[in-house]
């Protein structure tokens, strides 16, 4: 099918303009002569934004669907629903994401499965940095690299191996910055404190996961990305501490770079107490302080792009005592509404000025910094000839509660639950076609895998 948008408020490439913009075979033109037999879609009082690009999910799937946590299938239904018509998927999946097999296996099953367009980072370890260096860059998105331990024991901590992925990468490596020998000495003087008692619950994951923690690795690893002129990305900062280490340069100067998800945006540690493990995640959710710079940092150009490192678990496994919890929060249903609500919700009601430079942030942040970054061919932009990921918003007239009903995540929760987020995500088209309608996947399978430079 093709479509016309007509009435809608674009926001595209640093603002807010008005006009008519067909679909065509898949792609974006304004040039509405060959728009006979197209469906004609009334805009008024949406956002057209090109589709979210979220370049850090785990989807948790392997290949074979297996994994109760989430499946290609489910996730990617749970992100079309948000707005996101793009991913990039983690590799800290079984199996791991770490060879020639394994890449081929995880292309072939979202080729089946996916309802947004894909690509995968492959992940270091310290046996295969060799391989790494020889894969054709066009592949994949960029290498993942953990140093510090978190779901899928990924943890590179193989000095020499380092220092050569760091002077020998042909892509962007994308690090979880956490110092192991810190993590581990808190979580052992804290499991002979508190574990098996009243006091050992989720509101202790901010003290074992610290910010000393998240500042030293993150310093160290940004100092030899420096040294050896490497692009390297921040996986999601979350420490006021930490952007002393960035710049806020235009993306294109940059070799240095962050990511911040809204989960770390929208929670703080008060928060523990209501949610508990359901807001476990790593690196750990902090202070209201952090909450807040990370905000201002978003705003002032220190962070570059937004991901909301969608971490699917069971929930039996997150009520289990906090120790024993999993980390990860399921999120991308929800991730483009939370980075709306500001200006949606009644209550927080920002002037028009306001909306004229905040909205093109954000789509700068979730959609073209992301394109940008990663080499994303095609997508990222409301530009002539670009596929036809787009979405509309607006405010939602009858705002309600979230429910778990309405969650398409295969593991069933959110922390989000009764929660009232004021955007409608009215309609949104992947490849030129209609991907979800009102909230609801449709039947259209249009996904494609992500082309980079």
């Not at 050896?228 to 806020?248: D, K, M, Y």
């Not at 209550?347 to 000025?353: A, D, L, N």
Request: charge should be negative; aromatic fraction near 8%.
């Amino acid at each position: 099918m093709n479509y016309i948008i007509r009435n809608a408020k674009i926001v595209n490439e640093g603002s807010i303009t008005e006009s008519p913009l067909l679909l065509k075979d898949g792609r974006i033109t304004f040039d509405l002569s060959g728009c006979d037999g197209a469906i004609e879609i009334d805009a008024t009082g949406c956002y057209l934004l090109p589709g979210v690009i979220d370049t850090h999910v785990h989807f948790r799937d392997g290949g074979d669907g297996s994994n109760p946590a989430g499946d290609f299938y489910s996730e990617s239904r749970a992100a079309v629903a948000g707005g996101t018509t793009s991913v990039v998927d983690m590799p800290n999946t079984v199996p791991q994401t770490t060879t020639q097999e394994a890449l081929e296996q995880k292309e072939r099953m979202a080729a089946e499965k996916s309802a947004v367009n894909y690509g995968f980072m492959v992940g270091a370890t310290n046996e295969n940095i060799d391989w790494l260096l020889t894969l054709e860059p066009s592949r994949y998105a960029a290498i993942k690299l953990f140093l510090g331990s978190s779901t899928g024991n990924m943890l590179v901590n193989d000095e020499a191996k380092l220092e050569k992925l760091f002077a020998e990468a042909k892509k962007l490596i994308v690090a979880h910055c956490e110092e192991e020998a810190v993590v581990q000495a808190n979580l052992k003087n804290f499991k002979l404190e508190y574990q098996g008692t009243e006091k050992e619950t989720a509101a202790l994951h901010p003290q074992i996961r610290n910010t000393e923690a998240c500042y030293l690795s993150t310093y160290k690893a940004i100092e030899r990305a420096r040294r050896l002129g490497t692009r390297f990305h921040v996986a999601h900062l979350t420490t006021a501490t930490e952007l002393n280490l960035l710049s806020n340069k235009p993306l294109e100067e940059k070799r240095i770079t962050a990511e911040v998800t809204p989960n770390h945006l929208w929670f703080d540690d008060r928060d523990y107490e209501k949610l508990g493990n359901k807001i476990k995640c790593n690196p750990a959710i902090k202070s209201n302080d952090d909450r807040l710079a990370l905000w201002a940092a978003l705003y002032d150009g220190l962070i570059d792009t937004i991901g909301t490192d969608h971490a699917p678990h069971p929930l039996e496994s997150k009520q289990k005592p906090y120790f024993d919890a999993p980390s990860g929060i399921p999120s991308i249903q929800h991730s483009l509404a939370m980075m709306m609500e500001p200006f949606f919700n009644p209550e927080s009601r920002v002037e028009t000025e306001v909306i004229q430079t905040w909205m093109p942030l954000i789509v700068a942040k979730m959609c073209h910094n992301p394109a940008l970054l990663f080499g994303i061919k095609e997508r990222g932009f409301i530009r002539e000839g670009y596929w036809g990921d787009v979405v509309l918003v607006k405010e939602d007239p009858l705002p309600h509660p979230i429910t778990k009903d309405e969650l398409l995540y295969k593991c069933g929760w959110s922390p989000l639950e009764g929660e009232t987020l004021h955007t409608r995500i009215e309609k949104v088209f992947v490849n030129g076609e209609l991907a979800a309608e009102g909230g609801v996947p449709t039947t259209a399978r249009t996904a494609q895998p992500l082309k980079f430079k």
